[in-house]
């Protein structure tokens, strides 16, 4: 943990430049558009510590799998967002001499991330031999209106003295992965062009045949005039650039702007990439710097109008909340649904930037309240085009007749993770996915997407659990054995009481949605019927397992049990153990964190926030009493789920606590580990901290639902709610709350169990 951020409400800001934050800098200055996304490197060389990151959504390398002992089942290969080709990149060199932060004194650095209009700025002044000193401005975003552009403005004023300025503007795609497996380049050349009016190149990825065309345009300006010049062209394998000088003159400014498009083969024909990459560049070349700035600024209003959290009375906390909204409005904006959310986002290559069940079980929520609902719609239906890919991986599992297990980590629907306990056996992932089209449905009420994706998908889920579980006859009971549910810390376990419990739920769910679209389309049910050859014995089956499915319970303290004989163990609470030896994950042999009593992250008690209507306040009180205090957090998951449930209890500071856990774990440094990359999935968990958890929002028989309290520490907090046609904003203070319909669409809501309707652009004011 390590606070070097300026608190701001609107910005991050950094000030001094410490070569030992720089890589986590490089992370939490990330900018992306959900097209592309870039990590905050430098635009000039920089030789001390860095990690180049430049990513493209959906270009991905499929790496040859590593692991020491092959087991039957596994994927081949563990699927990476692939860094790509470098555009930011100049080489600056005053006087011969080359402007590198690891080399030279530098002074009044700042790195500023302005999320209100999304753009990174960086200035400083770094001191030349003979004591010349140049102030730097460098300024540069990715469009989230022309979503394969980025430019850049990158000013020099020489403050002391005039002289001879050398630029080499460059695109590199001979760029590595720091995770590859094998140290293997994943990209080859295609081609490259490079005149004195033009420098594209295109390369192709190995295996997968992503084509990525990226071409750059550079300008100059002087003292507030265009300078025309004429570059010497270079070229080197996969690489492109334009060298030119100018000369520099004391305390005028002389400003390079670089514009690129990067354009790939996965949104268009290969064969014209090099001519739409050239369209999209002479576009932003058309519209110029700050006029692209400004619609950026303008596109960036419109996201906070549906998105922003506002806290009154805490910077901290304001600007956490902001951060976390702003990356991940960065990394999906829901237009293409090939695409999901890595954990990592944009900022970081750990987790290869691919699919897990983080994105039903955690990310859903914010989009479906702070978006328009086509956008959570293709998150659904990204999985529903995986649904053969989940069909044949369990088949090589020996699962048959059209039973699905999603996988834990996919690019294109493939399992690709390949830890044995993981893949083989972590299979809750299925459940959150069918829990996904329930949480969906049920909040906008767009029920036609059951007949027309949803039942597809939640048949062959059922037909999973069906297969997974077995029937023991001594105790007319249905078991599921070698799992390993939410809780990582605890492998092959039989009946882990939430994979249990979401399983038998999946089996009840799809049977109520079969009812409902007999019920209102007998015609399509028929159809779906035969299509999906659902058979009156095979239904029985699901009722018969319902029915009779084991959950492991502790009448005595009336909890439920994570797995069989979780009692056995030794009891300990986390906060008995001296606090040397955590992070457990860091600190012990896997095998004692296996035969530990500590939880990584909400199990049973993921269940009990999932179904939550189902359980009454003592049983979540006595279930979250006895495993909070076990709980060791080492899951960025985990904190907000017990935060939102502490809340629900009245336990106020618990809910504080586990709210600061996550809310500045990227802006803080909290788990010593933002170099790799921010916890993108992670973020959406502390929107749900703040707004399920402190607002007590819920969506329940089609009516919202608001159990507000605030923390102590706050004065007042505000969020937005996107629901139905209407856009809500929720204020909450100590003795009051008020809700605000931006729209004209009237909305009943029910605060601390009363019925009140928010009227079409009024206000309602409710005092406790
Ligand atoms: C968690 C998983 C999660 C994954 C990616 C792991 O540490 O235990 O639940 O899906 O990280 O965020």
Redesign the pocket.
Known sequence: MKQYLKLDEWSIIEEGFDPENHEVSESVFSIGNGHMGQRANFEEDYTGKTLQGSYMAGVYYPDKTRVGWWKNGYPEYFAKVLNSTNWIGLNIAIEGENLDLAKLPVRDFVRTLNMKEGYLERTFIATLSGGKEVKIQAKRFVSIVDKEVGAIRYSITPLNFNGELKVTSYLDADVKNKDANYDEKFWDEVSKEVTTNHASVTVVTKKTEYVLCSTMKTELVHDGLKVAFNPVVSEKEKYVAHTFAHGLVEKKETVIYKYAANVTSRDHEASSLAKIAMDRLQGALVKGFETLLSEQADAWAEKWKESDIVIEGDVAAQQGIRFNIFQLNQTYTGEDDRLNIG?KGFTGEK?GGST???TEAYCLPFYLSTADPKISRNLLIYRYKHLEKAIENAEKLGFTDGAALYPMVTMNGEESHNEWEITFEEIHRNGAIAYGIYNYVNYTADKDYLAEYGLDVLVAISRFWAQRVNYVSSKNQYMMLGVTG?N?YENNVNNNWYTNRIAAWTLEYTLSVMDYIKETDKARFDELESKLKISSEETSKWVDIIGKMYYPFDEEMGIYLQQDGFLDKELIRVDELDPKHLPLNQNWSWDRILRSCFI??ADVLQGLYFLNDEFDMETKKKNFDFYEPMTVHE?S?SPCVHSILACELGYKEKAYEMYLRTARLDLDNYNNDTEDGCHT??MAGTWMSVVQGFGGFKVKNDQLILNPFIPGEWSSFSFKIVFRGALLNIKVSADEITITNETKVSTPVIIHGTKHTVNGSASLTIQY
Do not use: F, G
């Open positions: 954990p987790y897990y069940w983080d939410p990582e990584k992250q899951s998951l999935t992670s």
